[in-house]
Nanobody
């Protein structure tokens, strides 16, 4: 079994910064990619940023130039540095990892429990 634990959410004023962390633990042979999604009230969950095993990244257009995703491969941890935050960034942020638990198992998606980010004055 694989667990993802997120941290770092909270309340911040517009223009402020937050750093989210997500640590994967459990039975892990390989993590293929890690990503951050978000879901605002009344909206569908959307991809914010993704980083592959070889370090390639992609971002939603709405966060390009403001958010940075990074990964600590030794710690099985992914980070999301969020700068110049806007009220429209308010959402629950979820971590997702595509994990192959053992050599005998196929890769599958695992999700964290979510962390609330609120941008408000």
């Amino acid at each position: 079994q694989v667990q993802l634990v997120e941290s770092g959410g909270g309340l911040v004023q517009p223009g402020g910064s937050l750093r989210l962390s997500c640590a994967a633990s459990g039975t892990i042979f390989r993590i293929n990619s890690m990503a951050w999604y978000r879901q605002a009230p009344g909206k569908e969950r959307e991809l914010v940023a993704r980083i592959t095993n070889d370090g390639r990244t992609n971002y939603a257009d709405s966060v390009k130039g403001r958010f940075t995703i990074s990964r600590d491969y030794a710690k099985n941890t992914v980070y999301l540095q969020m700068n110049s935050l806007k009220p429209e960034d308010t959402a629950v942020y979820y971590c997702k990892a595509v994990v192959q638990p053992t050599t005998d198992w196929r890769s599958r998606d695992y999700w964290g429990q979510g962390t609330q980010v609120t941008v408000s004055s």
